[in-house]
C-alpha cells in the first residue's frame, strides 16, 4: 500500500505535535536530599527548608519531591529532576557520589546548604572540592550568630533586587581555605563583611574572606553557607535571595520565556 506525499506529511506533523504536546505536559520536578540521623540543628534546617521549598515551588507550578533517600542519586530516576537541593548531608557511598558527578556533567542543577558543602581530609572525594571551586572547609564560628552579608555581583539575578547589605539570621559560618574566590570559575555573590570581625564566642573566626553564596560556572549550581537551626527563614530579605537561588537553579540559571 503506498500512501500520497500529502498524508504523510499530514502524519509526521501529527506525530510532532503529540511529541510536544506530552513534553509540555510533563511537569518540571526537583528533587529535595536530606537525612534525620544528623546534628539537630540541620535537621531543624531541612524541616523548614522543605516548607519553603514545596510552597514556592507550588506556587511555581514546579512539582517538588523531598527524600531521605540518598541512593536516589545512583538510580536513572535523577534524570527527571532539573535540580537537586542537599538540605542537611552529602553522599557519603563511591555509588552515590558516581551518580550525582554524572548528574551534574549532564546539565544537572545543584544547591547545596551550609553542611552539604562540608569536605576535609577525611571525606575523599576530590571531584567535589573542584565542584565547589576548591574550597576546603577550614574553621567555623560558634555559637551560631547573625552576621551583615555584603552584597558582591549585585547584577546577577540571585541577588539583584537586594540590598547591597544586609544582616542574616543566626547561622553557623563555615570559612574556607584556599577561598573559592581564587578560583577563577567561581563568582562570589555574597559574602560575610569585615565588620562582622571577631566573630564569635566559645570558637571565634577573627579574619579572612568569608565567601558565603557562590557559583562554579562549570555548572549550574549554588552554594549557600546558610543552614543552621531554625531561624533562617525568618528574614524576610533572607528568603528573597533563597528563593531567587531556587529558581535560578530550576531554570538553569536563567528562566526561560
Same mark, same amino acid.
Given at each position: 500500500m503506498r500512501f500520497s506525499r500529502p498524508f504523510v506529511a499530514a502524519l509526521i506533523l501529527?506525530?510532532?505535535?503529540?511529541?510536544? *504536546?506530552?513534553?509540555? *505536559?510533563?511537569?518540571?520536578?526537583v528533587l529535595a536530599l536530606y537525612s534525620t540521623n544528623v546534628e539537630s540543628d540541620h535537621v531543624e534546617f531541612a524541616r523548614a527548608?522543605?516548607?519553603?521549598?514545596?510552597?514556592?515551588?507550588?506556587?511555581?507550578?514546579?512539582q517538588f519531591d523531598a527524600s531521605a533517600n540518598w541512593d536516589e542519586l545512583e538510580s536513572d530516576r535523577v534524570k527527571r529532576y532539573k535540580a537537586i537541593l542537599w538540605l542537611d548531608d552529602f553522599p557519603h557511598t563511591p555509588a552515590q557520589r558516581h551518580g550525582f558527578e554524572v548528574y551534574m556533567q549532564s546539565g544537572g542543577g545543584w544547591l547545596g546548604f551550609h553542611i552539604a558543602g562540608y569536605n576535609d581530609e577525611e571525606t575523599h572525594w576530590p571531584w567535589f572540592v573542584n565542584f565547589l571551586g576548591g574550597a576546603v572547609f577550614y574553621s567555623?564560628?560558634?555559637?551560631?550568630?547573625?552576621?551583615?552579608?555584603?552584597?558582591d555581583e549585585s547584577a546577577d539575578p540571585v541577588v539583584r533586587n537586594l540590598p547591597r547589605r544586609f544582616v542574616s539570621p543566626?547561622?553557623?559560618?563555615?570559612?574556607?581555605?584556599p577561598s573559592p574566590r581564587l578560583n577563577p570559575k567561581v563568582r562570589v555573590l555574597v559574602a560575610l563583611d569585615p565588620s562582622n570581625y571577631p566573630l564569635g564566642l566559645k570558637d571565634v573566626l577573627l579574619s579572612g574572606d568569608l565567601p558565603v553564596v557562590w557559583t562554579n560556572t562549570n555548572y549550574n549550581m549554588l552554594y549557600l553557607n546558610m543552614g543552621h537551626g531554625d531561624?533562617?527563614?525568618? *528574614?524576610p530579605t533572607q528568603n528573597l535571595l533563597l528563593r531567587n537561588a531556587?529558581?535560578?537553579?530550576?531554570?538553569?540559571?536563567?528562566?526561560?520565556?
Open positions: 501529527i506525530s510532532i505535535k503529540l511529541l510536544f *504536546s506530552q513534553s509540555a *505536559s510533563q511537569p518540571v520536578r527548608a522543605i516548607a519553603f521549598f514545596s510552597s514556592l515551588a507550588h506556587q511555581e507550578k514546579i567555623n564560628n560558634w555559637p551560631p550568630l547573625p552576621a551583615t552579608l555584603d552584597v543566626p547561622n553557623e559560618w563555615y570559612i574556607w581555605k531561624k533562617i527563614f525568618t *528574614s531556587f529558581l535560578s537553579v530550576v531554570w538553569g540559571r536563567r528562566k526561560p520565556g
